[in-house]
Nanobody
Framework: QVQLIESGGGLVQAGGSLRLSCAAS????????VAWFRQAPGKKRAFIAA????????YNTDSIKSRFTISRDAAKNTVFLQMNTLEPEDTAVYYC??????????????????WGQGTQVTVAS
C-alpha cells in the first residue's frame, strides 16, 4: 500500500510562493498519475494538476497553470507543486493523491486510490 506524505504548507502573504512536496513510500507504475487537489472550508475537493508518470502534465485552469507548476524528482519518489503569486482564494488544505485516472478525466478524485493526509496553505491578504 502506497503512503503519501505532504509537506511544505504554511502561512504566506498574498503574492508570495510556497512549494509543496508529496513523498511516496514506494514507486508506482508508469500507468499511474500523481495529482494535487485542494479543499477550502465548505467547498468540495477540487483538482489542481496531475502528472502522468509516463510523461505529461495537466492543469485544471489557465489561471492555475500560469501560477502553479507540478514536477517530480523520480529518484526520490517525490512530486512537487510550486505555487507562485498566491492569492487569499488559494487558502485550502492541499492533498496529493496517486492512481490511474483516464487520460480524458484526470480530475476525478475517485480515480485516485491513495491520498496523503493534507497540508494547510493559508494566504493572508
Amino acid at each position: 500500500q502506497v503512503q503519501l506524505i505532504e509537506s511544505g504548507g504554511g502561512l504566506v502573504q498574498a503574492g508570495g510562493s510556497l512549494r509543496l512536496s508529496c513523498a511516496a513510500s514506494e514507486r508506482t507504475t508508469s500507468r499511474h498519475s500523481v495529482a494535487w487537489f485542494r479543499q477550502a472550508p465548505g467547498k468540495k475537493r477540487a483538482f489542481i494538476a496531475a502528472l502522468r508518470l509516463s510523461g505529461g502534465t495537466v492543469y485544471n485552469t489557465d489561471s492555475i497553470k500560469s501560477r502553479f507548476t507540478i514536477s517530480r524528482d523520480a529518484a526520490k519518489n517525490t512530486v512537487f507543486l510550486q505555487m507562485n503569486t498566491l492569492e487569499p482564494e488559494d487558502t485550502a488544505v492541499y492533498y496529493c493523491a496517486t492512481g490511474t485516472p483516464t487520460l480524458s478525466n484526470p480530475h476525478n478524485p475517485q480515480a485516485y486510490n491513495y491520498w496523503g493526509q493534507g497540508t494547510q496553505v493559508t494566504v493572508a491578504s
